[in-house]
């Protein structure tokens, strides 16, 4: 198996191999491995000093910020308040200096006290407490050996834990599912503790010894899994649910929060109390020794564990999983299930779990209770994707002035001093939309992130030129001193101010009046008004709004206009610029008659348009939404069919910029009607946007986009989002087709 070693992050850690209740669903006494037979009943010194140098040895040879540390049994307080200090304390003097130790316990309970609770507040050993619910739930599996309810003894237990000295210990409860008890009782009696986290967990299980089905539902589970969600929900989510919140996570492109879900690789290992290191504790259900690797902590290292070809197999991802899964559309939250509930004799864990059809009607169903409040805005509104936008800008601009924190100088503490005076503007808000903006925001951080030379020094005139504009544009009376290099002094949205020499520099003051605004520097005052009307030293950035085409910028001036990854053309002569206008004009024409839904979204979202040299583009960059280079040749059908590339483009990219349509991009790969070999959903999603968006111009490309959106739907990576977004796709495909 290829790839790098995952290194354990976390360590369960077994202090004692007996327990004081006689569950009869335990998967370590009453399943198919019996190894605790042979165990010493509490954990040696020996194996608490070997464990400890080995997790340490671990985390520093991978430089690992944290690791956790979980005390198991059996029943772990049965080792007794001494050992368990013993093991604290190793723990603690092991990885001090190394990584920051979270140590956590797993118990029923039932021997729970101050004295242990005192001693768990000492060395911040969360507690978790085994519970299945009301009484009557509870005591179905967990009881005494002579039959006695422990449920009494768990409820004095979480009382205790509760007290405020002790709150802040508290992990939560755990749960393990039996679908004979009533769902909402047992939902209702956990919420009723007020536990911090709750974790539902599907009873250890595989196809050689399935789990009860009372009433044969192939999906009982999933059903009162979809019954407690349903209350969790109705009653605002109050606790955290760990199985649901994996679900939720995964729908919406994020990762999984179980092991029990999801594709994320396995960095758990498990220390016996005889030091034999195993794996995941509930492989001891699939078959005797199943969870063995024949190493222990004496004379092994975890990273020889990390290498063992069992461990290794839980770390594949989608490689990991039966070919079913692979192929099927949820996988990427339900993760094929728990690698145990896959075994099954004869083709080992090569199987889909022995839960499949729950772990899909759970997945299915959340994401059908919860896909229209998941769902971004920005997806279908395209005012909430330019608000979304905007305030990522925002958030840019907020970074680039912690980054410079220190380095920036007197002169950009001045501009962001002056920038609170303008930022409630609606000239600041223009200026901050501009495209060029964000281009300059993700420049500079770039600059700052790689450490080049003055990369600290220059931001301070970008940002005084643009609360300059900001002020001009609003009337603000304020006073702005902008730096200028090269003879010329840019307002970004506004123009280019020139001064004389090439290499002239210097500091500019500008001040807005009526129309315009005053500038002076060296000595010499100007008067530019109005902003629109050019004259041998102010060149405005003109304006496309005629013969009915939207009021866009046509944007030739400003340096960081150069982000499309193609050369764009200096300011333009006025009859190249009134040509190249004139035929926008047209190919706005064009789009109202065509496709009148799209070209009103684009003159809604498009603020600038840039010429770009050649015959190449659209083009788009790191600028948000609103920019797209043109080329500055072609007739008005190929500007239109330009504009409408461009502008679906600059809409996607701009989305995934705010939300994630899809994950794991890559993972799979998918047919697509335009070429012959396959791509990710990402080339697939995008291909299928922009010729959804052509339909009206190109013969052929609602066809193709429809055929993808078909492959589309039945892939794994998509996310709530997504799925809104191919529904949305669907309908201006067919749409513009009728209108083609």
Same mark, same amino acid.
């Given at each position: 198996?290829?790839?790098?070693?995952?290194?354990?992050?976390?360590?369960?850690?077994?202090?004692?191999?007996?327990?004081?209740?006689?569950?009869?669903?335990?998967?370590?006494?009453?399943?198919?491995?019996?190894?605790?037979?042979?165990?010493?009943?509490?954990?040696?010194?020996?194996?608490?000093?070997?464990?400890?140098?080995?997790?340490?040895?671990?985390?520093?040879?991978?430089?690992?910020?944290?690791?956790?540390?979980?005390?198991?049994?059996?029943?772990?307080?049965?080792?007794?308040?001494?050992?368990?200090?013993?093991?604290?304390?190793?723990?603690?003097?092991?990885?001090?200096?190394?990584?920051?130790?979270?140590?956590?316990?797993?118990?029923?309970?039932?021997?729970?006290?101050?004295?242990?609770?005192?001693?768990?507040?000492?060395?911040?050993?969360?507690?978790?407490?085994?519970?299945?619910?009301?009484?009557?739930?509870?005591?179905?599996?967990?009881?005494?050996?002579?039959?006695?309810?422990?449920?009494?003894?768990?409820?004095?237990?979480?009382?205790?834990?509760?007290?405020?000295?002790?709150?802040?210990?508290?992990? #939560?409860?755990?749960?393990?599912?039996?679908?004979?008890?009533?769902?909402?009782?047992?939902?209702?009696?956990?919420?009723?503790?007020?536990?911090?986290?709750?974790?539902?967990?599907?009873?250890?299980?595989?196809?050689?010894?399935?789990?009860?089905?009372?009433?044969?539902?192939?999906?009982? $589970?999933?059903?009162?899994?979809?019954?407690?969600?349903?209350?969790?929900?109705?009653?605002?989510?109050?606790?955290?649910?760990?199985?649901?919140?994996?679900?939720?996570?995964?729908?919406?492109?994020?990762?999984?929060?179980?092991?029990?879900?999801?594709?994320?690789?396995?960095?758990?290992?498990?220390?016996?109390?005889?030091?034999?290191?195993?794996?995941?504790?509930?492989?001891?259900?699939?078959?005797?020794?199943?969870?063995?690797?024949?190493?222990?902590?004496?004379?092994?290292?975890?990273?020889?564990?990390?290498?063992?070809?069992?461990?290794?197999?839980?770390?594949?991802?989608?490689?990991?999983?039966?070919?079913?899964?692979?192929?099927?559309?949820?996988?990427?939250?339900?993760?094929?299930?728990?690698?145990?509930?896959?075994?099954?004799?004869?083709?080992?864990?090569?199987?889909?779990?022995?839960?499949?059809?729950?772990?899909?009607?759970?997945?299915?169903?959340?994401?059908?209770?919860?896909?229209?409040?998941?769902?971004?805005?920005?997806?279908?509104?395209?005012?909430?994707?330019?608000?979304?936008?905007?305030?990522?800008?925002?958030?840019?601009?907020?970074?680039?002035?912690?980054?410079?924190?220190?380095?920036?100088?007197?002169?950009?503490?001045?501009?962001?001093?002056?920038?609170?005076?303008?930022?409630?503007?609606?000239?600041?808000?223009?200026?901050?939309?501009?495209? $060029?903006?964000?281009?300059?925001?993700?420049?500079?951080?770039?600059?700052?992130?790689?450490?080049?030379?003055?990369?600290?020094?220059?931001?301070?005139?970008?940002?005084?030129?643009?609360?300059?504009?900001?002020?001009?544009?609003?009337?603000?009376?304020?006073?702005?001193?902008?730096?200028?290099?090269?003879?010329?002094?840019?307002?970004?949205?506004?123009?280019?101010?020139?001064? #004389?020499?090439?290499?002239?520099?210097?500091?500019?003051?500008?001040?807005?009046?009526?129309?315009?605004?005053?500038?002076?520097?060296?000595?010499?005052?100007?008067?530019?008004?109005?902003?629109?009307?050019?004259?041998?030293?102010?060149?405005?950035?003109?304006?496309?709004?005629?013969?009915?085409?939207?009021?866009?910028?046509?944007?030739?001036?400003?340096?960081?206009?150069?982000?499309?990854?193609?050369?764009?053309?200096?300011?333009?002569?006025?009859?190249?610029?009134?040509?190249?206008?004139?035929?926008?004009?047209?190919?706005?024409?064009?789009?109202?008659?065509?496709?009148?839904?799209?070209?009103?979204?684009?003159?809604?979202?498009?603020?600038?348009?840039?010429?770009?040299? #050649?015959?190449?583009?659209?083009?788009?960059?790191?600028?948000?939404?609103?920019?797209?280079?043109?080329?500055?040749?072609?007739?008005?059908?190929?500007?239109?069919?330009?504009?409408?590339?461009?502008?679906?483009?600059?809409?996607?990219?701009?989305?995934?910029?705010?939300?994630?349509?899809?994950?794991?991009?890559?993972?799979?790969?998918?047919?697509?009607?335009?070429?012959?070999?396959?791509?990710?959903?990402?080339?697939?999603?995008?291909?299928?946007?922009?010729?959804?968006?052509?339909?009206?111009?190109?013969?052929?490309?609602?066809?193709?986009?429809?055929?993808?959106?078909?492959?589309?739907?039945?892939?794994?990576?998509?996310?709530?989002?997504?799925?809104?977004?191919?529904?949305?796709?669907?309908?201006?495909?067919?749409?513009?087709?009728?209108?083609?």
């Amino acid at each position: 198996m290829t790839g790098p070693l995952v290194p354990f992050r976390e360590i369960v850690l077994k202090v004692h191999s007996r327990c004081d209740l006689a569950c009869d669903h335990c998967y370590i006494y009453e399943h198919a491995d019996q190894s605790w037979r042979t165990r010493p009943k509490t954990i040696s010194d020996e194996a608490i000093i070997s464990t400890a140098r080995r997790l340490a040895e671990h985390t520093r040879n991978h430089a690992l910020p944290s690791v956790s540390v979980i005390l198991h049994g059996g029943e772990p307080l049965l080792a007794g308040p001494a050992r368990l200090r013993r093991i604290c304390e190793e723990l603690t003097a092991a990885l001090d200096g190394v990584a920051a130790l979270d140590l956590r316990i797993h118990t029923n309970g039932l021997q729970l006290s101050p004295r242990y609770l005192d001693l768990f507040d000492e060395f911040g050993v969360k507690v978790g407490i085994s519970l299945d619910g009301d009484k009557a739930a509870n005591d179905r599996h967990r009881r005494f050996a002579d039959g006695r309810s422990s449920h009494p003894l768990v409820l004095r237990a979480v009382e205790l834990l509760h007290q405020d000295r002790y709150r802040h210990l508290d992990l #939560g409860l755990l749960c393990t599912i039996d679908v004979q008890n009533d769902p909402v009782a047992v939902h209702d009696a956990l919420m009723e503790l007020d536990p911090p986290r709750i974790d539902f967990l599907l009873p250890h299980a595989t196809w050689d010894d399935p789990p009860p089905r009372p009433d044969g539902s192939p999906t009982a $589970y999933a059903d009162w899994l979809l019954t407690v969600f349903d209350r969790w929900d109705r009653q605002g989510r109050p606790v955290p649910v760990r199985l649901f919140e994996s679900v939720l996570s995964t729908l919406a492109g994020g990762p999984s929060l179980t092991e029990s879900l999801g594709l994320a690789p396995t960095d758990l290992v498990v220390v016996e109390t005889d030091g034999t290191l195993e794996q995941v504790d509930s492989l001891k259900s699939a078959y005797e020794g199943a969870a063995a690797t024949g190493f222990d902590v004496f004379a092994h290292s975890f990273d020889e564990v990390a290498a063992h070809p069992g461990v290794r197999a839980r770390q594949l991802g989608l490689a990991g999983v039966s070919e079913t899964c692979r192929r099927c559309p949820v996988v990427r939250s339900c993760g094929g299930g728990l690698y145990t509930h896959r075994y099954r004799t004869g083709t080992d864990f090569d199987n889909t779990s022995v839960y499949c059809a729950d772990l899909e009607a759970l997945v299915r169903g959340v994401e059908r209770r919860t896909a229209r409040a998941s769902v971004s805005p920005a997806v279908t509104d395209d005012a909430a994707l330019g608000t979304e936008q905007h305030e990522l800008t925002w958030l840019l601009l907020a970074g680039l002035h912690d980054e410079l924190a220190g380095r920036g100088g007197e002169a950009w503490a001045r501009a962001w001093e002056l920038t609170g005076a303008v930022e409630r503007s609606d000239g600041f808000d223009d200026v901050l939309a501009h495209p $060029y903006t964000r281009s300059w925001l993700h420049e500079t951080l770039d600059a700052l992130q790689e450490d080049r030379p003055g990369a600290a020094a220059t931001p301070a005139a970008r940002l005084s030129a643009s609360v300059a504009a900001a002020a001009v544009r609003g009337g603000s009376d304020l006073h702005v001193h902008v730096p200028y290099e090269n003879g010329a002094l840019l307002l970004p949205t506004l123009g280019e101010l020139r001064f #004389g020499g090439a290499g002239e520099r210097g500091i500019a003051e500008v001040r807005p009046v009526e129309k315009g605004f005053l500038v002076r520097a060296h000595g010499v005052e100007r008067r530019i008004t109005p902003l629109d009307e050019p004259s041998a030293d102010w060149l405005p950035v003109r304006r496309l709004g005629r013969d009915g085409a939207p009021d866009l910028a046509i944007d030739d001036l400003d340096p960081y206009r150069d982000c499309f990854g193609l050369p764009v053309l200096a300011r333009l002569g006025l009859d190249e610029a009134a040509d190249w206008t004139g035929r926008l004009a047209g190919a706005w024409s064009l789009l109202r008659e065509r496709a009148p839904e799209q070209a009103g979204s684009a003159a809604g979202s498009l603020s600038t348009l840039t010429p770009l040299a #050649g015959r190449a583009g659209p083009a788009v960059g790191r600028h948000g939404l609103g920019a797209l280079g043109l080329p500055l040749h072609g007739d008005s059908r190929e500007l239109a069919l330009a504009l409408l590339r461009g502008r679906r483009r600059a809409r996607l990219r701009a989305l995934l910029e705010v939300t994630d349509l899809y994950a794991e991009d890559g993972w799979w790969t998918h047919p697509a009607p335009w070429t012959d070999a396959p791509v990710p959903v990402s080339e697939l999603l995008a291909g299928a946007y922009e010729r959804a968006g052509l339909a009206a111009f190109e013969k052929g490309s609602a066809e193709q986009a429809l055929r993808a959106l078909e492959t589309l739907e039945r892939a794994a990576e998509l996310t709530v989002s997504g799925k809104r977004l191919l529904a949305r796709l669907g309908e201006e495909a067919d749409r513009d087709r009728c209108r083609g």
